[in-house]
């Protein structure tokens, strides 16, 4: 999970393909049915994201004290 939910992510094909679409169809965005449903989901990504850092840091901590990980 990314934090860039709510932007596009087209692959390089459809990048490609877009030089043939001048009506500009081929805009592909991550939809919610509401305002609300899209920064809830957001919110849930950048969540996810912190944390995955959080657990990151941790297990740098006890990679760093090995005598703390033994008591945990």
Same mark, same amino acid.
Do not use: C, V
């Given at each position: 999970?990314?934090? @860039?939910?709510?932007? %596009?992510?087209?692959? =390089?094909?459809?990048?490609?393909?877009?030089?043939f $679409?001048?009506?500009?169809?081929? +805009?592909?965005?991550?939809?919610?049915?509401?305002? @609300?449903?899209?920064? %809830?989901?957001?919110? =849930?990504?950048?969540?996810?994201?912190?944390?995955? $850092?959080?657990?990151?840091?941790? +297990?740098?901590?006890?990679?760093?004290?090995?005598?703390?990980?033994?008591? %945990?």
């Amino acid at each position: 999970m990314s934090s @860039d939910f709510l932007f %596009a992510q087209p692959s =390089i094909l459809i990048g490609a393909a877009t030089l043939f $679409d001048p009506a500009g169809s081929l +805009q592909m965005y991550n939809r919610s049915l509401t305002p @609300d449903e899209a920064d %809830a989901l957001a919110l =849930i990504s950048d969540w996810e994201l912190a944390r995955q $850092d959080f657990e990151r840091a941790y +297990q740098a901590f006890l990679d760093a004290h090995p005598d703390l990980a033994k008591a %945990a």
